[in-house]
């Protein structure tokens, strides 16, 4: 029988479980969906199907995706939980087995099984496979349409090792560029690097060591480079042995950023170093001649988890904002750059990725314009104009909280930035989730349209759109 959930800040209000999975053919839209908006936008984040063993942690959940599909201005729903391994097992238990990061919370029966991961970090479409993912296994393939389950993707038997959430797809090649970190199997500092081709065919492979052994969430690319950010939050299974956290805060070890040249190899990457500070995601990066620019939202000091020895972060630090390195392959320096761009609190950064890897003028992210009136996730969404500095904000309103909000363009041949914004919202007064469609180049105006749930998306971490065929 299920037990219920504990009390923790991951697992209540706009965090809590949806344990139920549904379909809403038309959902009640209040203003006018953009019949150019013709598509699916999945979303994908932590949903634990039972009450947690040992300590919860909010990247721990099973991955559930929800998919809001759109076509002649009307949206339609769906979710599904991804039926990996772990979930079905648990599923035919009827309770959780596993610990989310420190095997000696799972239970004996399931000590030694080997899994396909969570999926509960991000969902992209490739070669025509709708892909969910998270950083410690291979991709797992799902129908997009039911949302069905099929299994882990490995293209063809090709990929050996994990897969980040966060491929990038060159817009320019069709090429699907990846990394995994703790590539041996094991928590070290091995690392790889792969291609896949637009035909979805795994093209290259290899791997190189670090400089330390750390969570290396996101990387970025330009049309001539490969940048891999090793920042000190940590992993440590000898730390772990002693009953110490499995990643924590080591600022001592400081940043190396490598960057690799496209027509070169791992045995080109160049390392860098600087200041201690933390990335989950870049907004875009672009090659300038010889210098590499990247755009990130930097935090000061990594969130979510400890220092060392088990004590809590300051959380006064832990606080992302816009930042810019430049790197000059044209100097004989390891230093680089850094510029901060706006003080606002901002994150999940996303960018018309037609431009990914290449100049670009606008980039959007989840932002925070009231933070003294949170309720969880965010309580903007904003557009950044890198040619004249301005922001664009739109406050999704008293009690309600969003998080990354993702591009469509008009069309394919619409210019940089003609296109909207799709985000979800959480509401806490109606303890439900609504969809918010902004014109990209009018955000402050709030929503073309908004499309109404009768239930909450729990807060998760990333989204992608899929064009119809």
Known sequence: ????????????????????????????????????????????????????????????????????????????????????????????????????????????RVQGMQTDGLANTNVVWHAGKLLALEEAHAPFQLDPTTLESIGPCTFDDKLVGPMTAHPKIDPETGEMLFFGYNADGMISEHMSFHVVDRDGKLVRSETFKAPYASMVHDFMITSEHVIFPIMPLTGSLERVMKGGPVYAWEPEKGVHIGIMPRNGSVADLRWFQGDPAFVFHPMNAHTDGTKVVCDVCEFEQAPLFPWADGTPGDPSKAVPRLTRWTFDLGKNTDDY??????????????????????????????????????????????????????????????????????????????????????????????????????????????????????????FGFHGNWCPAA
Not at 66 to 81: A, E, S
Not at 353 to 373: D, I, K, M, S, V
């Open 1 to 108: 029988m299920a037990k219920p959930f504990p009390r923790h800040p991951n697992l209540e209000g706009g965090f809590a479980p949806l344990q139920m999975e549904c379909e809403a053919p038309d959902l009640v839209v209040e203003g006018e969906v953009p019949r150019a908006l013709n598509g699916a936008f999945f979303r994908n984040g932590p949903n634990p199907q039972y009450a947690p063993r040992g300590d919860y942690h909010w990247f721990g959940g099973d991955g559930m995706i929800h998919g809001f599909y759109l076509h002649d201005g009307k949206v339609g729903y769906r979710n599904r939980w991804v039926r990996t391994v772990k979930w079905n097992v648990e599923h035919e238990a009827g309770e959780s087995l596993f610990g989310a990061f420190n095997p000696m919370d799972s239970d004996e």
């Open 337 to 458: 750059q850094w510029e901060r761009l706006h003080d606002i609190p901002c994150e999940f950064p996303r960018l018309d990725e037609r431009r990914t890897g290449l100049g670009y003028r606008y980039g959007y992210f989840a932002c925070e314009t009231n933070p003294q009136h949170k309720v969880g996730g965010f309580s903007g969404i904003g557009r950044v104009d890198h040619k004249t500095g301005k922001l664009d904000l739109y406050d999704v309103g008293a009690g309600c909280g969003t998080n990354e909000p993702i591009f469509v363009p008009k069309s394919e041949s619409a210019p940089e930035g003609e296109g909207f914004l799709l985000a979800n919202v959480y509401d806490d007064n109606r303890k439900a989730t609504h969809l918010v469609i902004l014109d990209a180049e009018n955000v402050a105006d709030g929503p073309l349209a908004t499309a109404y749930l009768d239930h909450r998306v729990p």
